[in-house]
């Protein structure tokens, strides 16, 4: 269980899960728990691009401090920066890509799924009425 407190135990086990994730996606064998999955990726992706940008800002400070750079100071700096860039892209990106799933996710609220050899199912409980985004 994620701890909150020790982040690369934490990342280890959000790895697991998406590998689990990516295992279990491979076939859909109940098309209406499409909707949970894209409102859970919606807000994990949030999450890692807020952890991205979080590592990113650990490398401003330390970089402006000029802590815990080791080797050639200025090299170091040269490094730091450069790690800070690429983070912060990398959460600008992941802040697109989640944009991108909850729109799918709100489009998702929109289908009923059905299968013609089982009675009619009505709107699965966990959509909202509007068919707004709800997470």
Do not use: C
Request: proline letters at 4%; zero cysteines; aromatic letters at 6%.
């Amino acid at each position: 269980m994620p701890s909150s407190e020790n982040p690369a135990s934490d990342a280890g086990e959000a790895q697991t899960a998406l590998r689990a994730l990516a295992h279990a996606t491979r076939s859909i064998d109940d098309p209406r728990q499409i909707y949970s999955v894209l409102g859970s990726l919606t807000s994990a992706v949030a999450s890692l691009s807020q952890s991205l940008h979080q590592l990113a800002a650990f490398h401003d400070d330390a970089a402006k401090k000029g802590v815990w750079v080791a080797g050639d100071s200025r090299a170091g700096r040269a490094t730091t920066y450069q790690v800070s860039w690429e983070l912060h892209r990398a959460g600008e990106i992941l802040h697109q890509v989640s944009e991108s799933i909850a729109s799918a996710h709100k489009a998702e609220s929109r289908i009923s799924y059905f299968h013609r050899d089982l009675p009619a199912l009505a709107d699965a409980p966990h959509r909202s009425a509007d068919h707004g985004l709800s997470l």
